[in-house]
C-alpha cells in the first residue's frame, strides 16, 4: 500500500457496506508520555476531531495505561476507554480491538492514531483483506513498516499539536 500525507475528506462509502468508522487512539503514543492531564488529553481530543472529524456513529475507543485513566475520562467522557498496566498495556487493549474477527464488515475504515510498529501485523492483515487503514502518528514517531501497511499515513509535529480551546496553557493534574 503507498504511504501518503494528504488531507483527510471524510470516510468512503462502499455499496453494501458501513459507512462508519472506529477510531482507535492510543493517546500515550500521540502525547509522547504516559504521565499527562486532563488538558494534554483535551489537546489530544482536539487534535483528532480537527483532522477526522468524528461523526455520531462513528466508533472512538481510547487506550492508556492506568495513570491516564482519570484524565482520559475527563477530557473525552463519551468515548469507549481501555486500559492496561505494564509494558505496551494500551497497545495490547488496541491489537485486541483490531484483531476482532468482525471488524472489517463493521466498519469502513479504521484509524489507527499511533506510529507504535507493534500494529504492524494487525493493519497489515486488515489492509490486505479488503480494509481501509489510515494512521495518524507524530512525525519521527511512526513505524515505517506501520506507514506502509497502512492505506494511509498522515503524520503530524508533536511541538504544534493545536491547543485545545479551552486553555492553551499547561496545568499538572
Do not use: K
Not at 503507498?2 to 500521540?30: H, K, M, W
Amino acid at each position: 500500500m503507498g504511504f501518503t500525507q494528504t488531507a483527510v475528506a471524510g470516510c468512503r462509502v462502499l455499496n453494501g457496506a458501513p459507512s462508519r468508522r472506529a477510531i482507535l487512539v492510543d493517546i500515550e503514543n500521540i502525547l509522547g508520555t504516559a504521565d499527562f492531564c486532563h488538558r494534554d488529553a483535551a489537546m489530544a481530543r482536539y487534535t483528532i476531531e480537527s483532522v477526522f472529524r468524528p461523526r455520531l456513529d462513528d466508533l472512538i475507543i481510547v487506550a492508556s495505561s492506568h495513570r491516564g485513566v482519570f484524565a482520559v475520562r475527563r477530557a473525552w467522557p463519551h468515548v469507549r476507554q481501555l486500559w492496561q498496566s505494564g509494558p505496551d498495556g494500551a497497545d495490547l487493549q488496541l491489537l485486541g480491538e483490531l484483531s476482532h474477527p468482525d471488524i472489517p464488515n463493521r466498519f469502513a475504515e479504521i484509524v489507527l492514531a499511533s506510529g507504535d510498529g507493534i500494529f504492524t501485523e494487525a493493519v497489515r492483515q486488515l489492509t490486505q483483506g479488503g480494509g481501509t487503514v489510515t494512521v495518524l502518528a507524530p512525525d519521527g514517531g511512526c513505524s515505517t513498516h506501520l506507514a506502509f501497511a497502512a492505506t494511509r499515513t498522515f503524520l503530524f509535529d508533536r511541538s504544534i499539536v493545536i491547543p485545545c480551546p479551552l486553555t492553551s496553557e499547561r496545568i499538572a493534574a
